[in-house]
């Protein structure tokens, strides 16, 4: 892989986070067998895409899961654009929205992304990916910038710039959010604590 150094100066230039769900904001462990599945997330790492929308990056989140199977993040999502932080309307001064698919595995989650930066008219050099699996590595191949929580599947470790030290759903998104900020040289002490 890319030095620290040139991992650092891509760091800078990444105007969109894109993120796997299970395995990245969850621990990738269902529990089966109750009238829902439950499933366990780190407010670290709610705070992490508070930090990247704090310094004006656009987050979007891209999971297989659909229906009663994305609720969870689907309602966390909704809970963080109603944040008083959160743009109301375009050009507000507030964050922007984070985006969220459903139902978009392997190939398809490439086909949101694309579809995501076409409407914002951002490259895919401009854009970085944490993801824990194969269904992750179509997009994470295209990306500038490609991180894997530390507990990840030894293939996305191989191919990833940087790896968390915190697993998934226990801060992995964080540690990333953290990366990109010193790579800027900000001190996440500065930014607004939503």
Known sequence: ????????????????????????????QVLEGAPYKSKYRSYYDGQGVSLLRAIGLDVALITNEKGDSAKHILDVVEKWNTL????????????????????????????????????????????????????DVPLMQKVALRAAPINADPHIKKIAHFISEREGGKGAFRDFANFILEARGIDPLTLPPQ
């Not at 139902?103 to 914002?120: I, W």
């Open 84 to 135: 008083p932080s959160s743009s109301k309307i375009e050009g507000d001064g507030g964050w922007k929205h984070v985006k969220i698919y459903t139902g978009m595995g392997g190939s398809r989650k490439l086909e949101a992304a694309m579809d995501f930066l076409k409407e914002k008219n951002i490259s895919f050099d401009e854009c970085a990916y944490i993801g824990d699996d194969l269904v």
């Open 1 to 28: 892989m890319n030095s620290n150094q040139n991992i650092q100066e891509i760091a800078k230039k990444i105007k969109v986070v894109f993120s796997d769900v299970d395995g990245v904001f969850t621990n990738n």
